[in-house]
């Protein structure tokens, strides 16, 4: 895989230098339903900081349900956003399949609790533990699900994933976010 690393000039490159952060990509758990397949075409990552703006260029691996390995770069950074090229993907069961197609462009976080980039490792987790509960979503299990981005329900599942994503410290380095 190769990261190019564009520092405050979006349209210069460079060689990501010095001790990176290894952050962990991935999605959250669904609750009732068990993900088999989490596919998402990540072609950039940028870090907003009192430095400036650094970006990663991809494309990047996209199984996000085992998660992807990011280094990104040491620093004070005050917001991380992910931009896709083509739609979130996710396959599953509760009972029934659950087949989701999310069109979800960026996914941000914003940080005001100090470096967002220490040199620890960390966890990027798209949504929340449990986004997919029946009881959050508004569906029967045991039916077969099929979102689309012109279905009823997307909206409602997007905003899980733009709302409820965020960046965990992973003190241990297991993968598991620090909560």
Known sequence: ????????????????????????????????????????????????????????????????????????????????????????????DAGGSVDLTLDVPEVGVQVDRGPLLDGQPHVFELASPGWLDASVVGWDLGVDQVVTPDGPLHARLAEAITAGSALWPDADGDGEPDR
Do not use: H, Y
């Open 1 to 92: 895989m190769i990261l190019l690393l564009v520092a405050c000039d979006p349209t210069g490159s460079g060689t990501s230098i010095g001790n990176p952060n290894r952050t962990l990509l991935r999605v959250a758990p669904g609750g009732d339903v068990e993900l088999t397949s989490a596919e998402l075409d990540l072609i950039r990552v940028v870090l907003d900081g009192p430095e400036g703006q650094q970006i990663l260029e991809g494309p990047f691996a996209t199984d996000v349900l085992e998660g992807v390995e990011l280094d990104l770069p040491t620093g004070e950074w005050t917001s991380l956003t992910l931009t896709a090229g083509a739609p979130f993907a996710l396959l599953g």
